[in-house]
């Protein structure tokens, strides 16, 4: 079966502090990731997908073939980029468990 | 446009009744997916539909859950005889095709007393 694995149910960091948010995957093939935020009392909603190789809000996220890894990172974290996050395979939409990210300040 | 619109936003029943929950998805787009949202847990995958087909019906956790979906738009999602561990955020997602980008739903909070 195709899997994502996000292993830190909870990750802390300090302001302005680098932050890397784990994904592994256990596919064949040339999967296709995302990664989709949900801030506080707002709707989940998409961040960045790893084809369109672009940053948003600081963030980049690079598919490792080799370490089956699509690691989100952001060099400085800040207080606003405390929310939710969900690595997902758009191969059949089965999210990882999510990693709750708290930038202190 | 209006985005995808879930009814009612809440939720209150009592054990053992049964439930129904809407979802409109963004006009055109031909996948629709449900998820459950406990606290505490991720994202649960429930079903999905390609157009007012459902090819993956796995991820229902219960024959007591059902799903459906007419005209290839309005989806609803029943829990019949709901037990308190149903108790959740359903939330809904569509896209344009499969494997798109989805966009998601306010959600139905579920209470089960």
């Known amino acids: 079966a195709q899997r994502v694995t996000q292993p830190e149910k909870l990750l802390s960091v300090f302001k302005g502090a680098p932050v890397e948010l784990k994904c592994n995957y256990s596919?064949?093939?040339?999967?296709?990731l995302f990664w989709y935020v949900q801030y506080s009392r707002q709707r989940l909603q998409l961040l960045l997908r790893h084809i369109s190789r672009e940053s948003i809000k600081g963030f980049t996220a690079d598919l490792n073939k080799g370490e089956t890894s699509f690691h989100l990172k952001k060099p400085f974290a800040q207080e606003e980029d405390s929310a939710m996050y969900y690595c997902?395979?758009?191969?059949?939409?089965?999210f990882g468990a999510g990693t709750r990210l708290t930038v202190k300040p | 446009g209006a985005g995808v619109s879930q009814s009612p936003s809440n939720k209150v029943t009592e054990k053992g009744k049964d439930v129904e929950l809407r979802c409109d998805p963004i006009?055109?787009?031909?996948?629709l997916y449900w998820y459950r949202q406990s606290l505490g847990q991720g994202l649960e995958f429930l079903i999905y539909f390609q157009g007012n087909s459902a090819p993956d019906k796995s991820g229902l956790p219960s024959d007591r859950f059902s799903a459906e979906r007419t005209g290839g738009s309005v989806s609803t999602l029943t829990i019949q005889r709901t037990q308190q561990e149903d108790s959740a955020v359903y939330l809904c997602?569509?896209?344009?095709?499969?494997?798109?980008?989805?966009?998601f739903g306010s959600g139905t909070q579920l209470s089960v007393l």
């Open positions: 006009s055109g787009h031909t996948a």
């Open positions: 596919y064949s093939g040339s999967p296709e």
């Open positions: 997902a395979p758009h191969n059949d939409m089965r």
């Open positions: 997602a569509s896209s344009l095709a499969l494997n798109e980008k989805l966009f």
